[in-house]
């Protein structure tokens, strides 16, 4: 088959490297890719949400299948504009339509669907940008800590926790008033606390059967001990070792069976991941957010431990053939650690030359923010690379990963040094 992935972080370096490695991929393009994914096919440089262009290179290419890596291309309709054209609409697609999108584009959206098909997740109401007293108001009737959500799409970055009062109220103004993060902030969701521990589940569906992968657990604060504030996330471990069979099994029966169905009912057109962010509060599942495409960087974690044909799974997804197809996953744990730009998430610099990646052996290197520039491999983003081990143990797995990032340098390199140690006091 001929491929077509689109996105250029580290979540397309992982998928495109678990795709090279089946029978079935025959040429793999990459738009716009980065300078990882360039060793793996052909990069592209086209924007993600260039339909018309996108399009074009399907037909010139020959394209039989492609695979949508952001969000924000599925929230701007890309299945919806192939389907309209005769001559794209049989072109496989992993990735869901517009309405199946609004799960992450949309956090209103995604809670009244919850609600509707009895999904466990917290307690919300949302307030619109001339609401800002009201949503203030609301407020005062909670306890801390206050959670503030933009409904759309803010890069990770769109939600604020706050234990003070006048701190939520401050941010509330900021959001709906001053709109901090644009017209994602249009709409935000005050939304109920909950105390536990988060994790990442992971499903690949044709909207009638579906395939769970590995769960994993990312790290969204820049600081040790989640610290500071939300990134697009800087690393990552899985499996997640409180995860075990009996809360997957409740995972399966409350949460992923109901949402699959939940799609069914409403006649959503969903061929694709859905990533199910939940908190495990005292033991049970709760749905904390969807996500219409795979995490980053989860993905890392989750794809160096699939063990089957994962471009197979793909094309039955793509095909509504999903039915009777399973996943073999290895036991081992992954670590993932991503290498950022000092000053993200806020203003960094871009354009330092990268050191250390040819003598990498003991974990494999993602790349995300990076371009290649007179035979160098430079810093072109925020998270600039993950660097992803595994081993028998969390602990092993978390070494090696370290190992191999003291060993990767450039100037003014930033990561956490904490990446899955709350996760050790866990017994496999």
């Known amino acids: 088959m001929n491929i077509l992935l689109i996105g250029s972080g580290g979540r397309e370096h992982a998928l495109a490297w678990k795709m090279r490695q089946s029978p079935l991929c025959k040429k793999l393009f990459i738009t716009p890719g980065n300078a990882g994914t360039s060793l793996l096919g052909e990069n592209v440089a086209l924007a993600v949400d260039e339909f018309e262009k996108l399009g074009a290179l399907c037909l010139e290419k020959k394209i039989d299948l492609v695979v949508v890596g952001p969000e924000v291309p599925l929230v701007k309709g890309i299945r919806d504009y192939f389907m ?16 199946g999108a609004q799960l992450e584009g949309s956090k209103d ?3 009244q669907f919850m ?3 009895h999904i466990p997740t917290a307690q919300a109401k949302t307030f619109f940008s001339n609401q800002s007293k009201e949503a203030c ?27 003070s009062l006048d701190e939520a109220q401050t941010s ?3 959001m709906l008033e001053e709109k901090k993060f644009g017209e994602a902030s249009a709409k935000v969701l005050i939304e109920e606390f909950l105390d536990g521990i988060e994790l990442s589940v992971f499903v690949l569906t044709d909207g009638k059967d579906y395939v769970i992968l590995p769960e994993a657990k990312d790290y969204k604060r820049i600081g040790d001990n989640d ?22 099994k409740v995972v399966e029966e409350k949460i992923v069976k109901p949402t699959v169905d939940g799609l069914k009912k409403e006649n959503i057109n969903y061929k694709g991941f859905i990533f199910i962010g939940l908190m495990a509060v005292k033991g049970e599942p709760y ?20 063990q089957s044909d994962f471009v197979e799974l793909l094309r039955a997804c793509a095909k509504g053939e999903l039915k009777n197809h399973s996943i073999e996953v290895d036991p ?17 610099e871009k354009g330092k030359v990268i050191s250390g990646l040819d003598e990498v052996t003991t974990a494999q290197v993602f790349h995300a923010g990076t371009k290649q520039e007179g035979g160098q491999v430079i810093t072109d983003g925020g998270r600039v690379l993950a660097v992803t081990a595994k081993g028998n143990t969390l602990l092993e797995a978390q070494q090696k990963a370290y190992q191999t990032v003291h060993s990767i340098t450039w100037n003014n390199v930033y990561f956490r040094g904490d990446i899955g140690n709350d996760l050790l006091q866990f017994k496999a």
């Open 84 to 99: 309209a054209d005769e001559r794209l609409k049989n072109i496989l697609m992993v990735g869901p339509d517009k309405t």
């Open 109 to 111: 959206f995604s809670k």
């Open 115 to 117: 609600l509707r098909h």
């Open 137 to 163: 108001h609301y407020l005062q009737t909670l306890r801390p800590p206050y959670v503030l959500k933009a409904d759309g799409l803010a890069a990770g970055k769109g939600v604020v926790i706050s234990s």
């Open 172 to 174: 509330i103004k900021e």
């Open 227 to 248: 610290t500071g504030p939300n990134t697009g996330g800087m690393g990552s471990v899985s499996p997640v070792p409180f995860a075990d069979k009996a809360f997957m």
């Open 287 to 306: 749905v904390i957010e969807y996500n219409a495409r795979m995490g980053d960087p989860e993905t890392q974690s989750v794809m160096v431990r699939i």
């Open 332 to 348: 081992s744990f992954a670590a993932t650690v991503v290498m950022a730009a000092g000053g993200y998430p806020d203003s960094y």
